[in-house]
């Protein structure tokens, strides 16, 4: 019938474990069996609720390819997440920070709204080199981000290389002679702490 075609690709992938107990399945699973268990009723809007926090990295992909095929086949999807690499999947997205709306835009919409140059500073003495950093008189954002440190200068008016070229001189002179600092671009993640330090 139409519901069983509907959730035939999810549930595919849940029949091996069919004589396994819900509470049985692994996080991802587990996840995939609620899909399918809301699909079934043909809803016109699925509305989810972080629904990989706690998956793995690859359940996680698994999960938003299944959303995409069903956003493909007409469903309304709406999904929160604390992930912004997820968010960057959706068509829109509503940035929310403590009850309170701060942006919704296309991903590329809420990226170019990041309103400074940002500089991606690497130092083998990463904590240290923020800390340094932090102190510096023309700093704006200074924040860990994976193994990078992302920067933003107070001046608004300077070229990027200069901005990059005295955060390099600044950190030597605190006595990082290995840091280096490049513009990269920035993510939808560097637009929302933006948004939440103003």
């Known amino acids: 019938d139409a519901e069983r075609a509907r959730i035939a690709p999810i ?8 004589a396994r107990r819900a509470a049985a399945l692994s996080g991802g ?20 609720d972080e629904p990989t926090t706690g998956v793995d990295a690859v359940s996680r992909r698994e999960f938003w390819e299944l959303l995409g095929e069903l ?6 999807v709406v999904v929160s997440t604390p992930y912004m690499d997820e968010a960057r999947r959706c068509d829109r997205i509503a940035l929310i920070h403590r009850g309170r709306l701060l942006a919704v835009d296309t991903p590329a919409g809420i990226v170019r709204a990041f309103d400074r140059p940002l500089l ?3 130092a083998r003495e990463r904590f240290k080199a923020l800390l340094a950093l932090r102190a510096y008189q023309h700093a704006h954002s200074v924040y860990p981000f994976g193994e990078v440190i992302h920067y933003t200068d107070q001046r608004t ?7 990059a070229a005295d955060v390099r001189a600044f ?4 006595g990082f002679a290995d840091a280096s600092a490049e513009p990269i671009e ?4 560097d637009s929302f702490i933006a948004r939440t330090a103003s």
């Not at 956003?71 to 309304?76: E, P, V, Y």
């Open 11 to 18: 549930y595919s992938q849940l029949e091996p474990f069919k």
């Open 29 to 48: 699973m587990k996840q995939k069996l609620a899909l399918c268990c809301a699909l079934v009723h043909r809803p016109e809007i699925l509305i989810l």
């Open 71 to 76: 956003k493909q086949g007409g469903l309304n």
């Open 120 to 122: 991606g500073v690497r």
């Open 157 to 163: 008016d300077a070229p990027t290389e200069t901005l």
């Open 171 to 174: 950190l030597a002179a605190k």
């Open 186 to 189: 920035p993510t939808v993640e």
